[in-house]
């Protein structure tokens, strides 16, 4: 009982940071298919199967970055390959598993998608729910040129030094490719710390600091650097969209009713640069 009282004074502080923040939901933003910009979508699909819903509450954009999609089965076609189908777009799909999976990830693009890569992701003992992670890039022929992209899912309840291994693949993917490059998905950082992976201590803004540093070492920003929530709960902010020789000329944050984490969209060009 008394650890449990501890641990609940400790978050105390964590909650009510989270119950004080101003919470946004950004406007509509329309696909830009005209001149050298593009708009970008990421969004945790949260496992969701059914596919009109998806499509229904999704916003327009030329390029989708899906983490969370699900397989049934090996020999079926992914959650993502579905959504593809019905809008008639490119993909690419990777997964950890090679049967049914709920840790799929997913590049769905407008453009023509070249140059595929899958990464692995080293596994860490989270002690329960301790889930396999891979990192999937490919290239894409925009109107910008081509771009190259990395979709990552990052762990939950690890620290900084073990996130930033985790984009280890992803930095690497990007010093191999001269042109702009565009990281996004979900990052899971968490404003805690954590004890054996196990014991949540606020630090509200600790991760994302972390890899927003690690990020800019790298020639990477974010048109995303004001704190808003992307997960419903405790206003947390897990989701980002980095980029390097590209300008977001609008970024917004939109809640959509099937995932509990908001869907990021960016419109980005090459112009200026």
Not at 206 to 228: C, E, H, I, S
Request: proline fraction near 7%; aromatic fraction near 8%.
């Amino acid at each position: 009982m008394l650890i449990f009282l501890t641990l609940g004074l400790a978050l105390l502080p964590g909650a009510w940071f989270y119950t004080t923040q101003a919470q946004n939901v950004a406007p509509v933003v329309h696909a830009a298919i005209d001149g050298p910009k593009f708009t970008v979508l990421t969004l945790n699909l949260a496992k969701v199967t059914e596919i009109d819903q998806i499509i229904r509450e999704l916003r327009p954009a030329d390029v989708f970055l899906f983490q969370e999609v699900v397989r049934a089965d090996g020999r079926l076609p992914s959650v993502a390959e579905k959504i593809a189908e019905k809008l008639g777009l490119q993909f690419q799909f990777a997964s950890p598993e090679s049967g049914a999976t709920g840790s799929g990830i997913a590049i769905l693009s407008r453009f023509k998608l070249s140059n595929p890569a899958t990464y692995g992701v080293k596994p860490i003992d989270l002690v329960f729910r301790s889930r396999k992670r891979v990192l999937l890039g490919a290239t894409a022929e925009t109107p910008a040129g081509p771009v190259r992209i990395v979709c990552a899912h990052l762990d939950t309840r690890i620290n900084p030094a073990d996130r930033l291994r985790e984009l280890g693949p992803a930095m690497d993917d990007a010093k191999r490719f001269d042109g702009p490059v565009l990281i996004g998905g979900d990052f899971n950082t968490n404003d805690m710390q954590w004890v054996s992976h196990v014991v949540p201590v606020p630090w509200p803004g600790w991760q994302a600091t972390r890899v927003r540093d690690l990020m800019a070492q790298n020639g990477f920003y974010t048109p995303f650097k004001d704190r808003r929530a992307t997960f419903d709960h405790l206003g947390m902010q897990l989701d980002w969209i980095f980029l390097r020789k590209l300008a977001a000329t609008r970024a917004d944050i939109i809640p959509v009713d099937f995932s509990d984490h908001h869907a990021l969209v960016a419109v980005v060009s090459t112009a200026g640069l």
